[in-house]
């Protein structure tokens, strides 16, 4: 074979238009999927509007969910875990409980990872017009808000956020393990309780409306408390408040 021919006769050319009509290349459904979660756009851009790309996202999702399960729940874990994305993850999540519940159960908990997530998974699931989602859905919710620590009621539990936590636990209606934990879902639901048992809580109660914040360890996580007096507060009262 000459090399005219070797190198110029296996040339792979474009065979379809972009959005700008210039030529392009086909790729496969995988390589779309995983262009589409970990580039997460979903607002306007300059090639397509907001209601276009939404379309093109549940097209994508949907297809997948289809033809590839397996490999779309590996993708939105990849996505929201090493690609850092949150929404398009979130949105593919939505779509594959339709599909495959099994697979929905598996990664939820390593999807929906922070309150924040979960306000938006259940925006999604409602926008989709599923209301509440279904028993399958409250059943991983329910898994999700066992796991809630005080930290997380303090922070996330602030109307602005979609569904609150409040909102979640009024949707799942989980059943509390113990007292700690019954104190707690009656707190986020706006509930009297008993703070004793939320040391916390009623640390940052007691604190005011204080909004600067600090940053400490607690295990290997980095986490913030908003709370300007705990930079001198007592020993025993730091202890209550990071324990």
Do not use: C
Not at 3 to 12: E, N, T
Not at 167 to 180: G, S, W
Not at 199 to 215: M, T
């Amino acid at each position: 074979m000459s090399m005219a021919k070797q190198l110029f006769g296996s040339i792979r050319r474009p065979n379809i238009w972009n959005k700008d009509n210039y030529p392009a290349f086909t790729r496969s459904s995988e390589e779309q999927y995983i262009q589409a979660l970990l580039t997460n756009t979903m607002g306007n851009t300059f090639y397509a509007d907001q209601h276009e790309l939404l379309n093109d996202a549940a097209q994508l999702h949907h297809e997948m969910a289809e033809s590839n399960p397996s490999f779309m729940a590996k993708a939105i874990v990849f996505a929201r875990n090493e690609g850092f994305m949150r929404l398009q993850p979130l949105f593919g999540l939505a779509i594959l409980s339709l599909y495959r519940p099994d697979l929905f159960v598996k990664i939820f908990l390593l999807v929906v990872r922070y309150p924040a997530d979960l306000s938006d998974f259940l925006s999604i699931v409602k926008g989709l017009g599923r209301g509440q989602g279904g028993r399958a859905i409250k059943r991983q919710v329910n898994r999700f808000l066992f796991g809630v620590s005080e930290y997380w009621a303090i922070k996330y539990n602030g109307r602005g956020w979609g569904y609150s936590l409040g909102d979640a636990i009024a949707t799942a209606h989980p059943k509390p393990a113990d007292l700690k934990q019954q104190a707690l879902f009656r707190y986020l639901r706006g509930e009297e309780a008993n703070l004793e048992l939320l040391p916390q809580v009623e640390a940052s109660r007691s604190s005011g409306s204080n909004a600067a914040s600090y940053h400490t360890k607690q295990g290997n996580s980095l986490f913030w408390l908003f709370d300007t007096e705990v930079m001198d507060a007592k020993p025993s009262r730091k202890d209550s408040i990071l324990t």
